[in-house]
């Protein structure tokens, strides 16, 4: 069986470009702690995001058009 | 002159002993007052020569009429009359040939013999009405013939009310299926006695007549019955995000039903003031630069001009209600966009002041300056096909994007600056509209003039890996056009 993930790992997005784009995070372990702040940032907005959503479909059943 | 008054196809050519009132006496008994106002002054000055085709038998209202008229006492007729409108006064000979015909080809209006109101399906090409000029839309486009002739119309569907089987819910929600349907295979015909039928499981009481009309509720359950994944927006809910959130949606090419307290309309492209003076703020949407939106109302004429501001209309062409009128909106998605504009917009923005991708960390030329984001939805095949001739500001940005796998359905968010907009972009940021709004890290690539980012690892279909590139040189280019019809 080949293994898909060192497979994977070797594809380059056109020839050449894993030689020119450079990684933004040294380990997985970054990128999941900017993830989590970036998360925790936006948590109200996508509270109050939920609050009007709720309140466009209660009342979504109170206007007739005829 | 009437050309040939008594056959099957009588041709009209307007002059002064034969003016629109001639051709309404041709359409008796079909054509009532209302009906005649509306399309003489939408097509006044537009239309030289009408062929009235006798006998037309319409699908639309054969549906109505077979489900409701029919089981009347007093029933009309079952078939219509369709009107084809030219902008040059073609001879009968000429309408026999499609290279003559095709150019002249204003479109059509079937009319029904409804009372109060008589049009019926009606496509009429946004591009010969001049006072659509600069205005941005959706069309549809279709394929007829004319007593054998093949002739094409570009435009968005119109009908009006019969009062019995639809009023003007299923009237809007039969627009927005039609343009759907006549659009993309992936949508099924609906006809309007099918939409009442789509809500009957959602009614109290009878479901026609229509008279009781719909709710937001009910006209979403009929979007999700016909395939979509609607989501309903209010202003009570939304507030001071309501205007953008529409203008997003309609900027994204999707239509969408719009409703004031009582009446509901599609709303189906955008007209922009660009000589507005720019706010102090550091960021402004390009919904900020917008002057209203562009209706089919199913009371009154396709293509109506809806003003920021309700105000007594100057003319027919110019809606009674203004955009400070609207109550709600209903955005009809696609299945797979699971993302919505106002998360979209959350995120982007967020992301825009984030100290590690963010404008301030990445760009001195777009953090030094106000600048303008223009958000929209596409598809990634579509946002792909015009990545060659646009050339994204650097060629190897264009062969990045072009490689990088793609989801379905994309969120864009435009860049640019004060001097740039609205011809030239600087940068985007693109967002995979397959994700929600929890998956923050949902970005595909963050573009500016010095600096591309990308997540290769997602776009794999791995876990997130983020690359960087750093750019030496930069072009403005244009911006994405495809999702509306610019009527020049």
């Not at chain 2, 203004?322 to 959350?346: N, R, T, Y």
Request: proline residues 6%.
């Amino acid at each position: 069986m080949p293994d898909l993930k060192s497979t994977e790992s070797e594809i380059e997005l056109f020839p050449g470009s894993n030689d020119l784009l450079e990684s933004v995070f040294e380990k997985f372990q970054d990128y999941e702690r900017f993830r989590e702040v970036f998360y925790e940032s936006v948590r109200e907005d996508l509270e109050e995001l939920a609050k009007a959503r709720r309140i466009s479909e209660e009342e979504a059943m109170r206007r007739w058009y005829r | 002159m009437i050309d040939g008054e008594n056959t099957l196809l009588p041709l009209v050519h307007f002059d002064a002993s034969h003016p629109w009132d001639a051709l309404w006496k041709l359409c008796q008994p079909s054509m009532e007052q209302h009906g005649a106002t509306m399309l003489r002054a939408r097509l006044d000055g537009v239309a030289k020569a009408v062929a009235v085709e006798h006998h037309y038998i319409d699908r639309d209202y054969r549906d109505t009429f077979s489900h409701y008229h029919s089981k009347r006492f007093n029933t009309p007729n079952s078939r219509t009359l369709r009107l084809h409108f030219f902008d040059q006064p073609l001879s009968r000979k000429d309408l026999l040939d499609a290279s003559v015909a095709q150019p002249a080809y204003c479109g059509y209006a079937v009319i029904r013999p409804t009372r109060p109101i008589c049009l019926g399906r009606t496509m009429i090409s946004p591009t010969k009405l001049p006072d659509l000029k600069g205005c941005l839309l959706r069309v549809s486009r279709e394929q007829i013939t004319l007593q054998g002739t093949p002739l094409e119309i570009e435009a968005f569907p119109f009908i009006s009310q019969d009062t019995d089987a639809t009023v003007c819910a299923q009237s809007a929600l039969w627009m927005l299926f039609r343009y759907f349907s006549t659009q993309y295979a992936h949508y099924h015909e609906i006809r309007p006695f099918e939409i009442t039928q789509l809500t009957k499981d959602y009614s109290i009481g009878r479901v026609y007549p229509a008279t009781s009309g719909l709710t937001d509720w009910q006209m979403g359950e009929a979007c999700r019955q016909a395939g979509f994944s609607p989501l309903i927006y209010t202003r009570r809910g939304y507030g001071s995000d309501f205007d953008h959130l529409l203008y997003t949606y309609i900027e994204s090419g999707i239509p969408v039903l719009a409703a004031t307290s009582d009446h509901v309309f599609v709303a189906l492209g955008h007209f922009s003031d660009y000589s507005k003076t720019l706010p102090s703020a550091d960021r402004v949407p390009s919904s900020f630069f917008n002057s209203g939106f562009i209706i089919n109302d199913d009371n009154r004429m396709p293509y109506q001009h809806l003003p920021s501001k309700k105000a007594a209309p100057a003319s027919l062409q110019t809606s009674n209600h203004g955009v400070d009128s609207l109550e709600s909106f209903i955005a009809p998605l696609p299945e797979k966009v699971f993302l919505a504009a106002e998360h979209q917009e959350k995120l982007v923005q967020r992301l825009l002041d984030d100290g590690t991708f963010g404008l301030a960390a990445n760009s001195l030329k777009l953090s030094s300056q106000q600048i303008i984001t223009r958000s929209f939805l596409t598809s990634g095949r579509s946002f792909k096909k015009a990545i060659q001739a646009r050339g994204m500001g650097n060629p190897r940005v264009a062969e990045i994007y072009r490689s990088l796998p793609m989801p379905r359905f994309i969120w864009v968010t435009e860049i640019s600056t004060p001097k740039e907009f609205p011809d030239r972009m600087c940068g985007e940021v693109l967002w995979d509209a397959t994700r929600n709004e929890h998956e923050v890290d949902g970005w595909i690539a963050v573009h500016y003039p010095e600096f591309l980012a990308l997540d290769v690892g997602s776009a794999l279909n791995t876990l997130p890996n983020i690359k960087k590139f750093n750019l030496d040189k930069h072009t403005p280019y244009e911006p994405y056009k495809s999702n509306l019809e610019c009527l020049i």
